[in-house]
């Protein structure tokens, strides 16, 4: 049963327009407001990163036991560091960690694989120039950021970084054929996304790039490649998405990698519903499960 919170939230968003459906330049404007009716973080601290651009941010009251590779989602063309402010600061919390909340390039100003280049040299500049563990470092995403830490893992590995030890993927946009099931089995529930809007951002996005490259596309990468890049997994997505299907093709790529993956499908739950931590209680029982997770992965 949802709760009430999580209901009047739906609500919202169902007498609200939809933001992916909007023109470009409305989208991003938009896009800016994420975090309007959301919680702020208590207890967190944030300062500009140097040698790279980010935002470190991290809870004050505790010593972080991580580090976070943080890339937000906004289908690849949308949002910023500023509209995952909050959110970011409730990430640090619950997984106890330091998180880089990256300043990556967004298409179509700066198509694929700018964006890939970019979270790779970030990763690359954490492992190699700030001293960071492979095995205390963990890449965060949402959305088209969930695909972009898959796309990121298999591009560090072409590129012989260390394996990183953990990730953590919120409705992860993985398969950018917009092609599975779920966009038509979903399509009257979802009040956020649909097959229309996310492949006009994949365009965008791709840029004549063949949406069909496991390389942009890492929900179809093969075993081989997948067993060779992709640390244990948490893949959560919400029961009400059109890219539940993509949360599940990549559960089983990584199953069929024998990589470690922990699927958890949150009932009548929107997209990237973790952002209403504060709002609604199963937000913040969806990031208490990654917070537990990823403990166990240290």
Same mark, same amino acid.
């Given at each position: /049963?949802?709760?009430?919170?999580?209901?009047?939230?739906?609500?919202? *968003?169902?007498?609200?327009?939809?933001?992916?459906?909007?023109?470009?330049?409305?989208?991003?404007?938009?896009?800016? =407001?994420?975090? #309007?009716?959301?919680?702020?973080?208590?207890?967190?601290?944030?300062?500009?990163?140097?040698?790279?651009? @980010?935002?470190?941010?991290?809870?004050?009251? +505790?010593?972080?036991?991580?580090?976070?590779?943080?890339?937000? @989602?906004?289908?690849?063309?949308?949002?910023?560091?500023?509209?995952?402010?909050?959110?970011?600061? =409730?990430?640090?919390?619950?997984?106890?960690?330091?998180? %880089?909340?990256?300043?990556?390039?967004?298409?179509?100003?700066? &198509?694929? &694989?700018?964006?890939?280049?970019?979270?790779?040299?970030?990763?690359?500049?954490?492992?190699?120039?700030?001293?960071?563990?492979?095995?205390?470092?963990?890449?965060?995403?949402?959305?088209?950021?969930?695909?972009?830490?898959?796309?990121? *893992?298999?591009?560090?590995?072409?590129?012989?970084?260390?394996?990183?030890?953990?990730?953590?993927?919120? $409705? &992860?946009?993985?398969? *950018?054929?917009?092609?599975?099931?779920?966009?038509?089995? +979903? +399509?009257?529930?979802? %009040?956020?996304? $649909?097959?229309?809007? *996310?492949?006009?951002?994949?365009?965008?996005?791709?840029?004549? =790039?063949?949406?069909?490259?496991?390389?942009?596309?890492?929900?179809?990468?093969?075993?081989?490649?997948?067993?060779?890049?992709?640390?244990?997994?948490? !893949?959560?997505? @919400?029961?009400?998405?059109?890219?539940?299907?993509?949360?599940?093709?990549?559960?089983?790529?990584?199953?069929?990698? #024998?990589?470690?993956?922990?699927?958890?499908?949150?009932?009548? /739950?929107? =997209?990237?519903?973790?952002?209403?931590?504060? !709002?609604?209680?199963?937000?913040?029982?969806?990031?208490?499960?990654?917070?537990?997770?990823?403990?166990?992965?240290?």
């Amino acid at each position: /049963m949802v709760s009430a919170e999580a209901q009047r939230f739906a609500d919202m *968003l169902r007498g609200a327009p939809r933001m992916a459906e909007m023109p470009l330049t409305a989208q991003r404007e938009a896009g800016e =407001h994420a975090e #309007d009716l959301t919680a702020t973080p208590e207890h967190v601290a944030y300062e500009p990163a140097d040698g790279v651009a @980010g935002t470190w941010v991290q809870a004050t009251d +505790r010593a972080p036991t991580s580090t976070v590779l943080y890339l937000f @989602g906004g289908g690849h063309v949308i949002t910023s560091p500023a509209s995952r402010h909050k959110f970011s600061g =409730h990430l640090a919390r619950a997984l106890d960690a330091r998180v %880089l909340l990256l300043d990556y390039p967004l298409a179509p100003e700066h &198509p694929y &694989p700018q964006d890939v280049d970019a979270a790779v040299a970030a990763a690359r500049w954490l492992l190699e120039q700030q001293g960071v563990p492979s095995g205390r470092l963990v890449l965060a995403g949402e959305s088209s950021g969930g695909g972009l830490v898959l796309e990121t *893992l298999l591009a560090a590995a072409r590129a012989g970084l260390a394996r990183p030890a953990a990730a953590y993927l919120m $409705s &992860p946009w993985a398969d *950018l054929t917009c092609s599975a099931p779920s966009f038509e089995a +979903r +399509r009257a529930v979802d %009040l956020e996304c $649909s097959r229309e809007s *996310l492949t006009r951002m994949a365009r965008q996005y791709l840029d004549g =790039h063949d949406p069909t490259d496991p390389a942009a596309s890492p929900a179809l990468a093969s075993p081989t490649d997948v067993a060779a890049a992709w640390p244990p997994l948490l !893949v959560q997505v @919400g029961s009400h998405e059109v890219l539940l299907d993509d949360a599940l093709a990549v559960t089983r790529a990584a199953a069929l990698a #024998d990589v470690p993956v922990t699927l958890d499908v949150g009932p009548q /739950m929107q =997209h990237f519903f973790q952002l209403g931590v504060g !709002v609604y209680p199963e937000a913040a029982a969806a990031l208490a499960r990654a917070g537990a997770w990823l403990r166990q992965q240290l």
